[in-house]
């Protein structure tokens, strides 16, 4: 069975960092290309980050561009997200996503 287990999150200060991880597990991981997604407090689904499965090629919203940066290691079969300079926007769930899998989620909460 697939999973995929986000970890990571918590309080981050204004303009400080936090590094997301993803253990994915049940599927070939280094098959997929593997997606950031949040979820803002009242607010819809919106598309962080994408990694294609090598780990060469990389795509990011332009809310994220320059602050984040998506890596995977395809020998631990886990997917990170390193958040930089992040701002009270950037608060949400995050969520790791490939295909039709989906994880829990990990709450980032930006405060000032």
């Known amino acids: 069975e697939a999973q995929l287990v986000e970890s990571g999150g918590g309080m981050v200060q204004f303009g400080g960092s936090l590094r997301l991880s993803c253990a994915a597990s049940?599927?070939?991981?280094?098959?997929?290309?593997m997606r950031w997604v949040r979820q803002a407090p009242g607010k819809g689904l919106e598309w962080v980050s994408r990694?294609?499965?090598?780990?060469?090629?990389?795509t990011y919203a332009d809310s994220v561009k320059g602050r984040f940066t998506v890596s995977r290691d395809n020998v631990k079969n886990t997917l990170y997200l390193q958040m930089n300079k992040v701002v009270p926007e950037d608060t949400a769930v995050y969520y790791c996503?490939?295909?039709?899998?989906w994880g829990q989620g990990t709450q980032v909460t930006v405060f000032s």
């Open positions: 996503n490939a295909a039709n899998f």
């Open positions: 990694i294609n499965g090598g780990g060469v090629s990389t």
């Open positions: 049940g599927f070939s991981f280094g098959s997929y290309a």
